[in-house]
């Protein structure tokens, strides 16, 4: 069984930065892309941002571009998601998402098969 562990999170002021960390465990890491969505109480899942198992390939959101990192260290099972300049309008639950039995990063949360409970970030004004 593929389990997905989120951690990171916390409260922190706008304009600050966290990384959030993602640790695969019960499946082959390397072979999974990997995702990171966000989701408000009341709204629909958000995508994030995206990285292929090769990390050849990223997207982000226009809402996170130019602020947010994904990276992954596939000896260590884990992806990285590294936020920086953090606004109020980032709060949410993040949550990550493993794909096996793909090349490519997925932008829709419908294309990924295994998720991780969350990790609450909270941006304060």
């Known amino acids: 069984q593929v389990r997905l562990v989120e951690s990171g999170g916390g409260l922190v002021q706008a304009g600050d930065s966290l990384r959030l960390s993602c640790t695969v465990s019960?499946?082959?890491?390397?072979?999974?892309?990997m995702g990171w969505f966000r989701q408000v109480p009341g709204n629909e899942r958000e995508f994030v941002a995206a990285i292929s198992r090769s990390s050849g390939t990223t997207y982000y959101s226009d809402s996170v571009k130019g602020r947010f990192t994904l990276s992954r260290d596939n000896a260590k099972n884990t992806a990285y998601l590294q936020m920086n300049t953090l606004k109020p309008e980032d709060t949410a639950v993040y949550l990550c998402?493993?794909?096996?039995?793909?090349?490519?990063?997925?932008?829709?949360?419908?294309?990924?098969?295994?998720w991780g409970q969350g990790t609450q970030v909270t941006v304060s004004s």
């Open positions: 998402a493993a794909r096996p039995g793909s090349e490519y990063a997925w932008v829709n949360s419908y294309d990924y098969d295994f």
């Open positions: 019960g499946g082959t890491f390397s072979s999974y892309p």
